[in-house]
Each structure stands twice: as C-alpha cells, then as structure tokens.
C-alpha cells in the first residue's frame, strides 16, 4: 500500500515542549506533503518535501525525510495550546493524487 | 482570493434518500479532488477531475456514487440511496495544476453528511 501510516496515532504534550510526529511509508515517492486538521473539518497544507530533499523549516516546524528508511518526521517546536489538531502526511507518488495517512492527534495542554 | 467552499456544511437525511454535495473550487484552480473522511480516520480518495480530461474514478466506493464537473469550475458529488455507512465528512480539495500529483491542495471545510 503506498498510504503513509503515522507514528503515533495519539500525543499529549503540554505547551512549550516539542511535539514529534512521524510517518513510514513503502513505496517510492515524488514528494511527501503534511497537513494540520482542525476539528474533523477543512484541511491546511503545512510543507511539502521533495523526495530529493532531507531537511525542511517552514517557522517552527521542520520536516525531515528519509528516503532510504522510508520515512518522515514533523517537528514542532515550542507548541502552543493552537496546535491542537490532527496531522497527516500524504504521499504523492508520480499520481494524481494524494494517498493520506490515518494521522495523529495531537493535544497540546496551557 | 475566496477559497474553496461546500455546501451544504451539514446534511442530515434519511436511509435510501439521494442526496448532492456542491464543491465551488478556488478560481482557476483546474484540479479537483473529492474525499471522505470517516470519524477519526484518514481520507478516503474518491474522485479526480483534471480540465477536459476524463476523471479518475477509481475511489468511488460503490455506483451509487457519481460526481461531474461543470465548466471545469463547480462540482457535485451525488450518492443516491444513500445507507448508514455512507456517513461521513466529504471533503473537497482543487490545486491550481497538475504535475504528477506535485501541487499543494487547498481544503474546503466539508460537508458532515449524517445517514439516519
């Protein structure tokens, strides 16, 4: 399967700390996108890795990528209570599409 | 500019009822993509459609779900005789072109569909 499945599904932090999530996947890819969801609803785009790319900062977050591991990591740093909400990498492999992970939540406690 | 809306935002009906879900995608945007999103899962592809070109169909669940694309502007997803596990959150998403999939999708809020 190409969907990319995230590690972990749950994550409870409290304000301040770094919250890490990540994302393994099997096939070969083009690029890896993550994207924040609030409250079951709309989706917004995060950042977006290329597959020849390793590392990538978009404010505080930071994506890495592991082309041979087959795998990715968001990073946020110093989280805030608004960052609650659920996370997801999509894989995009050469297709017309986006294949979504399953995501994970995260709770960030003030 | 405005970004992508759907309406209606909730659709409450009844079992076997057919119900239509609109998508109006971000102005010159000429991909758009329908999903589904179960409660507390991931996104489920539905369909795609690309300008003129044929959609891909190749995430509709059952026949009883349809989708077109007016224009190459608004959409309409169609489920008819609609069943309980047809509850979801139906999401719209459009990008402005298509290279392999490269293009960031921007979100419109969904529509909660909810089969009694």
């Known amino acids: 399967s190409q969907q990319g499945e995230e590690d972990p599904q749950a994550l409870s932090i409290q304000e301040g700390e770094n919250a890490t999530m990540n994302c393994s996947y099997k096939t070969s890819i083009n690029n890896l996108q993550w994207y924040r969801q609030n409250s079951g609803r709309g989706l917004v785009h995060l950042i977006l890795?290329?597959?020849?790319?390793r590392e990538k900062h978009s404010g505080r977050l930071r994506v890495t990528l592991d082309t041979s591991k087959k795998s990715s990591s968001l990073l946020i740093t110093a989280s805030r209570a608004a960052d609650t909400a659920s996370y997801f990498c999509a894989l995009s492999g050469g297709y017309n599409k986006l294949i979504f992970g399953a995501g994970t939540r995260l709770a960030v406690h003030p | 500019g405005a970004g992508v809306s759907q309406s209606p935002s909730n659709k409450v009906t009844e079992k076997g009822k057919d119900v239509e879900l609109r998508c109006d995608p971000i102005s010159g945007h000429t991909a758009l993509y329908w999903y589904r999103q179960s409660l507390g899962q991931g996104l489920e592809f539905l369909i795609y459609?690309?300008?003129?070109?044929?959609?891909?169909k190749s995430g509709l669940p059952s026949d009883r779900f349809s989708a077109e694309r007016t224009g190459g502007s608004v959409s309409t997803l169609t489920i008819q005789r609609t069943q309980q596990e047809d509850s979801a959150v139906y999401l719209c998403a459009s990008s402005p072109q298509v290279r392999g999939g490269t293009d960031t999708q921007y979100f419109g809020p969904g529509t909660r569909l909810t089969v009694l």
């Open positions: 890795i290329r597959s020849n790319e």
């Open positions: 459609f690309q300008g003129n070109s044929a959609p891909d």
